[in-house]
């Protein structure tokens, strides 16, 4: 016969007493502390926010973009050139990168071109930004890529669509 309870006159010599109460007793639970429903609401779309890289070395367009970023639903970081936004790039995933062409050190082409080799998957993220469309090298790299681009000054409807397409 197996049974978990040990009684008297079974082959042991113990008697049948309940364990005493130790620290591996349950003890009462305290209630749960509730999460406000608007703080939970706005921690579910903090959690299911995308994230924007936005990068370009003029600090007010790149703060300008940011904040439409935020108003499109994106939590945004900021690099002032593409050396820097590798950086970040390295911490983790964006959903979205918005490059400049011109910046110093390493440009948007040169970034596109880095991301291409080793990211593709980030490299049809960005969207080019930029003022120079005269130059022939960046209308012909423009050209070559499938990227969508914003000529600056751009218009907030061409801007809002854009981002919603990629």
Known sequence: MHSSQRRPGNGTDQQENPAPADRHTAQPTRP?????????????????KK????????AS????????????????DEAENGKIALDKLEQG????????????QLGGQ????????CRPHLARRIVFVTGDTV??????FLKSVS????????????????VREV
């Open 147 to 162: 990227n969508p681009c914003l000529i600056k000054p751009f218009d907030l409807t061409d801007f809002s669509r854009i």
């Open 32 to 48: 749960h502390a509730s999460i406000p429903a608007e703080k939970a609401s706005k921690l579910a779309n903090d959690l299911s």
């Open 61 to 76: 367009c790149r703060r300008l973009l940011a904040v439409l970023l935020s108003r499109e639903g994106y939590d945004t």
């Open 51 to 58: 994230r924007a890289l936005v990068i370009d070395d003029d």
């Open 93 to 104: 995933e964006y959903d979205l990168i918005i490059a400049d062409i011109h910046m110093p």
């Open 135 to 140: 130059n022939e090298h960046v209308s012909e």
């Open 110 to 117: 040169a970034l596109y071109a880095h991301l291409r080799s």
